[in-house]
């Protein structure tokens, strides 16, 4: 689907977190799963859609991944 460049609000508290700006890479697929195996007969397989959104590019304050 693409990468996406989004603001991460701050956040109060003791180990306040600072607002920045990230980059996600998002991704979509279908995945069938199949059932659990049951006595006498078996359900039928469900098929679902996943969406993945990973921050790339995040580095700690040291630099590195």
Do not use: F, W
């Amino acid at each position: 689907m693409g990468a996406y460049t989004i603001k991460v609000p701050q956040r109060g508290g003791r180990n306040a977190r600072k607002a920045r700006k990230v980059t996600l890479e998002v991704k979509k697929k279908t995945a069938t799963i199949q059932s659990p195996q049951r006595p006498g007969r078996r359900l039928a397989p469900i098929t679902v859609n996943v969406l993945s959104a990973d921050e790339i590019n995040n580095y700690c304050k040291s630099g590195k991944p």
